[in-house]
Each structure stands twice: as C-alpha cells, then as structure tokens.
C-alpha cells in the first residue's frame, strides 16, 4: 500500500515537473526571439527601428519588450511630420514624413 502511495506521488511530481519544463521552454524561446529582435535593433529618429518597423524606446529599455509603434497618424501642422504611438505608453513619436514607407521599401530591395 505504501508503495502504491509513493508512485502515486511521484507521478504527481512528475506532472508538476514537466508542466514547469514546457513553460520554461515557452519563456526561453520568447526571451531568445526577444534578444534576437535587440541585436538586430538601430536607433535613429529617437526611435528603434527593425525591419522597416518603428519600435517604442521606452519599452525596449525598460522591460525589453519589442513594441511596435502604431501609426502613422497625420500631423497637418505643415512640418512634414507624422506620429506613431506605443500601444501601452500611448505616447507619440513624431517621425518625418514617409520615413517609415521609405525605410520599408530600402528594407525590401536590400534583402
Ligand atoms: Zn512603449
């Protein structure tokens, strides 16, 4: 009986074990897609840029989260600008005009 009682717990361990290792699994391969994006990251226009894709600096920094800003949103203030948001700061970026349509077709004929 006591036996059966050990095995019973150690199957439970077990569980518990292996249920830990797969969520391991899944943060490490977050983290390393994360650390992938921060090596490819540049940081110009007070933005960080990757992929033709402006990305909020504060995120990055902070909790190195790769946020991709949202946008553009026109600016008709007539200084060529336009503003992209970080979904969780809500704060605006202003970029100059077309930077990011510009940088997306450089990306797309050098690659
Ligand atoms: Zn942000």
Partial sequence: ??????????????????????TLKEKM??????ADIGNELTFEEGVYWHSGYPYCPPCWDVDRKPVRLAGPVEFPTGDYLEAWTCPLHKVQYMLPWNIVENRQKNNQSSS
Wanted: hydrophobic share 45%.
């Fill in 1 to 22: 009986m006591e036996l059966q009682q050990h095995i019973l717990s150690m199957q439970a361990i077990v569980h518990d074990l292996a249920e830990e290792n797969r």
């Fill in 29 to 34: 391969a977050d983290l390393l897609r994360c």
